[in-house]
Structures are given as C-alpha cells and as structure tokens.
C-alpha cells in the first residue's frame, strides 16, 4: 500500500519555502526551486499518493513511474500529477533543477474543474519532455509565477490561475512522451495495486456533499489508462474476484457504514456512493444482503 502525503509532509522536505499559505477559501497554493527539496538518489520505487495536484519543470536525469508506466528523463521535462494516481521521481544525476508548484483543486474551483483536463485524467499524457527552447519557454513562466506569489499585488491569485492555465493549455498542445509498461515483480500485481489505491482514495465518505467519482470498471480503466479487459484480467488473476465484484463489495461496505453512523436520508446515501436514484440503491443493496436500506438501520439501531 502506498503511503499518503499530506500538504504538511510536503512541506517537511522544503528547505526555503516561498510562503506557507493556510488552506482558506481560495485553496492552496504555492511553488519551490526544485533545488530548495531534500531529493534522495536512488531511493527504491515506492508509489505515493497527494492530496494536491502538482506541475513540475524539471532538467535532470531520472525515471518517472506514474501509473504502471516508466519514462526515463534526461533533459527537461514538464510532470502533471493529480492526486488519484500514485507516482514516483526517481532522480538519477544529482543535479536537478527547475520547479514545482503545488495547488488544491479548491484553488480552482471556482473557475474550472481543474482535474478534468487531459494531463491531469490520463498518465500517458502527464509526462511532456521539452526541446531547449521550450524549457525556456516554461521556465520564464514559471519564474513569473514564483515572483508574483511574493509580491503584495491584491489580485494575484486570478494572475496565478492564469499563468498556470497557460502552461496546461501549452502542455496539452504537445506530444507526450511515452513509457514502458513498468512491469516491476508482476505486471498484474502492479495493476492490483493501483486500482486497489484508486478504490480506496474515495473512501470514506464523510461528508453527503461528497461523492464517489470512480464505480464502474470501465471509470477505473480510463483513470489507469488499460483496456478494461486487460484490468479484469490482472484483478481476477491476483484476487480471483472482477473488478465489478470489488467495486461493489467496497460500495456495499461503505453503505453500511454510513447506514448505522449517520442520520442521512437514504437518497443521500444513494447519491453519495454513485447512484443516480435512490431505487437503484435499494435493489443494489437488497441484492446482495437480502434485506433493504433501511430495515437494515432499523435493525442496527435495535
């Protein structure tokens, strides 16, 4: 199981930090010089998850393993990733330079669904190697981001979201570098576990104005970018159930949790975990336990 990184865990590896903004309603946002993160050498892989999205400019030499792809860097590159996806830098040449700018998807909410753009929904399009004129390009934008964050100009967030949706736009114009399948131990392992931090990302669900993205196996596969029968295949291979079969076992788990704990009324329950009506809750959850939403509180609140 991969490890999750909070903003704060972030920060701990930051040795000059710009600013630390508290989280407000404006979200979070902030950048670094790549040179000012403790970076080890060679760690070995181990995929983490964010609860923010990242843009990297980078000029080095490493490997990129994001999703169960592996691109090897050497020049400049630009990284976009969102934090569904578990990922891992690996730096190879000790030195490394150019920056990161880390944001919430608060940040942009009112503005745009900022996890709906390509280089942030599909992994084989979040890695965009650079020639030398366009690391140029993209370092001269983000030097324009990092002094604006310092500066006392009022409406310097609308200028940031700009600025960053200019190097979305521009990146999404490019061709995207492509990777090999990284294999690791088992191909299907690899899978597995991927899908296994996808599913439980969503969960749990602590709050009725929040719902489940991910419920179907075609949703998962588009998110890991495989065919959906090449998905069905590793899961059944490593845990002998579907990927429908999982999906609704953690559904069904999480129903019942949230049947027991808290006083919402079923058709929030429904909404919440993905149903688009509250019937097809009832029969999805009398299907499987024989009994209905709500005689099932009924007899756990006995």
């Not at 070995?44 to 691109?71: E, H, M, P, W």
């Not at 960053?164 to 597995?192: D, F, L, T, W, Y």
């Not at 079969?245 to 949230?258: F, G, P, S, V, Y």
């Not at 009832?282 to 007899?299: D, E, G, Q, Y």
Request: charged share 20%.
């Amino acid at each position: 199981m991969s490890r999750f990184v909070e903003l704060k865990s972030f920060y701990k590896n930051v040795r000059n930090p710009v600013q630390e903004p508290a989280n407000n309603e404006i979200g979070h946002f902030n950048i670094f010089r790549v040179e000012d993160l403790w970076l080890s050498k060679h760690r070995s892989v181990n995929y983490n998850r964010r609860d923010f999205f990242k843009i990297s400019l980078v000029t080095g030499q490493g490997k990129i393993y994001y999703a169960d792809q592996c691109i090897e860097a050497n020049g400049s590159v630009l990284v976009f990733t969102n934090p569904m996806i578990p990922y891992f830098w690996e730096t190879i040449s000790e030195e490394q330079t150019g920056y990161v700018c880390i944001f919430t998807e608060a940040f942009f909410n009112r503005f745009n669904s900022i996890s709906e753009y390509p280089v942030f929904q599909h992994p084989d399009m979040a890695v965009i190697p650079l020639t030398t004129e366009e690391a140029i390009e993209y370092d001269n934008l983000f030097v324009k981001i990092y002094a604006e964050l310092q500066s006392e100009y009022v409406y310097k967030y609308d200028l940031l979201r700009n600025l960053v949706m200019e190097i979305i736009h521009g990146a999404q114009k490019m061709q995207p570098a492509h990777g090999n399948k990284h294999i690791g131990s088992n191909a299907s392992e690899r899978i597995a576990g991927l899908f296994a931090e996808l599913l439980e990302r969503q969960f749990p669900v602590e709050f009725n104005n929040q719902r489940i993205k991910l419920n179907s196996a075609s949703a998962f596969a588009t998110q890991l970018n495989i065919h959906v029968n090449h998905l069905n295949k590793a899961l059944k291979e490593i845990t002998g159930q579907t990927t429908t079969q999982l999906i609704n076992d953690r559904i069904l788990q999480e129903a019942k949790i949230l049947l027991r704990s808290t006083t919402w009324t079923i058709a929030e329950i429904a909404w919440s975990l993905g149903f688009e009506e509250p019937n097809h809750f009832s029969s999805f959850f009398k299907t499987r336990i024989n009994t209905t939403p709500k005689n099932f509180r009924l007899s756990a609140n006995d």
